[in-house]
């Protein structure tokens, strides 16, 4: 279904704009809330007049908020809190508490849907938290959280003190490895040695291994020849004889 929006509905449209939407969503939730009408000439015509009094209303609303806006340059709001074991609080600082902390710096008091908080705050520290002034206009405050009878800097200083400790304990880490490291590039190294001077002998033992094999197996190989070339000598022998004994016979 074509609707034109009459009010803003994050998400789906702003003031005067013409979308197409669900049947069921315009039916459902968008029309019966009057916040979208159907899409007809005059729903646009008067849809789009509100949304030009609601732009000069929107400028006056950033002018406002820029106002604001100054104010927070440099700001930095404490908000003290019953703390127990470890940091933790007894409770939680909410997007209320901070909107009362903020209220006698900017001179008035914020809707705590404007402190885009995602969460509430359940440990001691400094925080950055966002502020929506306005639809266009968007700053941060700095919130430090701290127990009761703790001054800005002892917090500050704990604060300090726990980002080094992760630090720290990463160069104790990398110095308990790197000797570790140095001792098996010298393993790795006489390992390499020991491998070096073991081949020559190896090979050796190899080849001391392998001769006796190898003059066997000539020498298997030579006999049969030899064998061969002595029956062959005593036949010529025994032929030569032979020839002999019939000569003397024929004499």
Do not use: W
């Not at 609707?3 to 315009?26: D, H």
């Amino acid at each position: 279904m074509k609707v034109v929006f009459l009010e803003e509905v994050e998400g789906s449209g702003r003031i005067g704009e013409v979308r197409n939407v669900a049947n069921g969503y315009a039916r459902n939730y968008l029309l019966p809330r009057k916040l979208a009408v159907p899409a007809t000439d005059h729903n646009i015509r008067m849809a789009q007049a509100r949304a030009a009094v609601e732009a000069k209303q929107q400028l006056k609303l950033d002018a406002d908020a820029e106002v604001l806006a100054e104010k927070l340059v440099g700001l930095s709001i404490s908000i003290e809190v019953r703390v127990g074991e470890q940091g933790r609080l007894y409770g939680s600082v909410t997007a209320r508490d901070i909107c009362e902390a903020l209220e006698k710096p900017l001179g008035l008091l914020l809707e705590h849907r404007q402190v885009e908080l995602e969460e509430p705050i359940r440990q001691v520290g400094v925080f950055e938290v966002p502020l929506r002034l306005s639809r266009n206009v968007r700053r941060s405050v700095q919130v430090a959280v701290m127990g009761e009878g703790q001054t800005l800097e002892e917090l500050l200083a704990a604060a300090s003190a726990e980002e080094e400790q992760p630090e720290k304990a990463a160069e104790a880490k990398a110095a308990e490895e790197q000797p570790e490291e140095v001792a098996e590039e010298e393993e790795s190294l006489q390992e390499a040695e020991v491998e070096q001077e073991e081949k020559p002998v190896q090979e050796a033992e190899v080849e001391q291994e392998e001769k006796p094999v190898q003059e066997a197996e000539v020498e298997q190989e030579e006999k049969p020849s030899q064998e061969a070339e002595v029956e062959q000598t005593q036949e010529e022998a025994e032929e030569a004889s032979q020839e002999e004994t019939e000569e003397s016979s024929q004499e």
